[in-house]
């Protein structure tokens, strides 16, 4: 996560955006459209099915099919990218810290 944040303060996101990343639901940092995206991202990242008829919903309200289209590509890759480089042992993070360490008893 450390290089996902270092991008966010380098592209203009307060500590305070950043900090709510970890209870999005619970937020109140994010507008609605954006807080939906984050929620779509974060249920389409931990498992496809997550993203239930509700949120799907909120996407459209929110979003053109060709956005949601766009914002899905974006998590898809973007998940991918993390896999791949975690596998693969690549650190992208700038440190002398494991990029994604094995998490114990996993």
């Avoid at 990242?45 to 509700?54: C, F, L, P, Q, S």
């Avoid at 975690?86 to 114990?104: F, K, M, V």
């Amino acid at each position: 996560m450390a290089g996902h944040t270092a991008l966010a303060r380098q592209i203009g996101y307060t500590e305070d955006e950043i900090a709510a990343l970890q209870k999005v639901a619970e937020s109140e940092v994010f507008d609605p459209a954006l807080k939906t995206a984050l929620l779509y991202a974060e249920a389409a990242t931990r498992d496809a099915h997550r993203v239930d008829d509700k949120l799907f919903d909120e996407m459209k309200r929110h979003y053109s099919d060709s956005e949601i289209m766009e914002i899905t590509s974006v998590i898809g890759l973007t998940n991918y990218w993390n896999r791949f480089t975690t596998a693969l042992r690549i650190d992208l993070s700038g440190s002398n810290e494991p990029y994604d360490p094995p998490r114990p008893g996993v």
